[in-house]
């Protein structure tokens, strides 16, 4: 019974960090997204050659 609990703990613990790298990726996603937004907003007021 006990080695089934931690089996299980183990098994949550595992999702968690799943669930916490992809998080940290979907943060870098949505950092670079804004970053291209404000540049394609800047692109449009600067003078085009």
Avoid: K, W
């Avoid at 949550?12 to 291209?36: F, G, K, P, T």
């Amino acid at each position: 019974m006990r080695l089934n609990i931690q089996a299980q703990q183990s098994d949550i613990s595992n999702l968690y960090n799943v669930v916490h790298q992809i998080d940290a990726r979907m943060e870098r996603i949505e950092n670079r997204l804004e970053l291209r937004e404000f540049q394609e907003a800047q692109a449009r007021f600067e003078p085009q050659p």
